[in-house]
């Protein structure tokens, strides 16, 4: 009876956390054979990349060609329909009905495992591995508790391991690829050279470069000028903290450039796009239209550009006013709104800017009570989303001052 062991994923691209996560469990239930299993894609759902199945496939067999006892199966990955993890159990039992199979699931997953399809099945058909990121987390009481609960609830077996915690993820890497930037130390050497010589993802590349082209090229031609060099100085500024806080240039760029787009319009043209589009109007925006600008420029992005980062629209979104607990995007955007080189007026511009690449959050507060006094003074309809944003800052430093 061989023991065999399953890790599945999209594996786009296969990184070295997969292969860590794999050498693991092998250590720990001494699998007579590893199998690394790409999910399948329907149809009509293309990969960003461009990337087929046959590469995706040979690139996983590239990364583990050689580890000894690691294969790379082809199960799922050419399937048509969605594939189920309990079909392809019940398949790999009817085939290799000696052997006895271990299923390698995140520790995210165990808390929708009872909304995978038939877990009473695949609790059936194989033990449950959890790859949990530490030792000191499998230790953990309310771990374990969930642990033996989903254990109970399918009548299986569920054990954890240890997996350090690699903070890489498929989708950070793409992001790097998309930019140009070499991966080549965060994924197996086989699958870098595999990834140079088919050269993939480089139409994503491509797509960002021509993308990013289209959109200046028609705010060029409705903003008026400041505006367009407004949008241009916040782009590179955003680039610019983007760099200084390790976060994806690419989506930086396309928040930066977009965040604007619907400042062309007259308050009356913003209150009818949103009208026609069916995007909500709050209280404060009817009394002050221009605020809409941000939601309609998170519209136009995901609608006429397709943009489909979340963060991008949410940072566009959030531009004007913030919003309380800001995610690391939203905060680089507002921020360099505020600062970028072509902005004079401002007062304590020079302490805002060197603040906001020694520490992002004070920044952020500073910015909103020079906007709050700003608005007060200028006899302008506050929208209250600022003041709540101005006061979680304000507690939120003060508690981050006292620790
Ligand atoms: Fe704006
Ligand atoms: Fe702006």
């Not at 001494?30 to 299993?37: A, G, H, Q, R």
């Not at 989903?150 to 350090?164: Q, V």
């Amino acid at each position: 009876m061989a023991k065999i062991g399953i890790l599945g994923g999209t594996f786009h691209p296969i990184h070295n956390g997969h292969l860590y996560i794999a050498k693991q469990a092998m250590k720990a239930f001494d699998f007579d054979e590893l199998w690394i299993m790409p999910a399948g894609i329907p149809p009509h759902k293309r990969l960003s990349g461009d990337i087929s199945r046959f590469e995706r496939l040979e690139m996983c067999q590239a990364a583990v060609s050689e580890m000894k006892g690691v294969r790379v199966i082809s199960d799922e990955i050419f399937q048509t329909t969605k594939s189920y993890t309990y079909e392809t159990l019940q398949r790999f039992h009817a085939r290799y009905p000696e052997n006895s199979f271990y299923f390698i699931i995140g520790e995210d997953s165990l808390d929708s495992f009872a909304h995978w399809v038939h877990p009473e099945i695949i609790a059936s058909l194989a033990t449950i591995v959890v790859a949990v990121r530490s030792q000191h987390s499998i230790d953990d009481p309310v771990f374990l508790q969930k642990l033996r609960d989903t254990e109970n609830a399918f009548h299986g077996k569920f054990e954890a391991i240890p997996t350090e915690f690699m903070d890489i993820s498929s989708t950070r890497l793409r992001e790097l690829l998309s930019e140009g930037k070499s991966i080549k130390e965060f994924i197996p050497e086989g699958a870098w050279r595999y990834i140079q010589e088919h050269r993939l993802y480089e139409a994503t590349m491509e797509a960002n470069d021509t993308l990013r082209k289209q959109i200046q090229k028609d705010l060029k031609a409705q903003l008026k000028h400041s505006r367009y060099e407004h949008t241009l100085g916040v782009t590179y500024t955003a680039c610019a903290l983007a760099m200084r806080y390790n976060y994806p240039l690419t989506e930086a760029r396309f928040a930066g450039l977009l965040h604007d787009w619907g400042k062309f319009l007259s308050d009356e043209e913003q209150l009818h796009f949103c009208r026609k589009h069916h995007i909500p109007v709050t209280e404060a925006e009817e009394k002050a239209p221009y605020l809409l600008h941000a939601k309609i420029g998170a519209y136009v992005a995901e609608h006429t550009y397709n943009i489909t980062s979340k963060d991008v629209l949410h940072a566009i979104l959030v531009h004007t006013t913030g919003c309380p607990n800001m995610n690391l995007l939203d905060k680089i955007l507002f921020t360099a709104d505020y600062i970028e080189p072509n902005r004079k007026e401002a007062p304590r511009l020079e302490d805002i800017r060197a603040m906001a690449f020694a520490d992002l959050d004070m920044a952020v507060l500073m910015i909103l009570e020079d906007s709050i006094a700003y608005i007060e003074q200028s006899n302008r309809p506050m929208d209250p989303t600022t003041l709540e944003t101005y006061e979680y800052y304000k507690t939120y430093l003060a508690e981050r001052g006292r620790k």
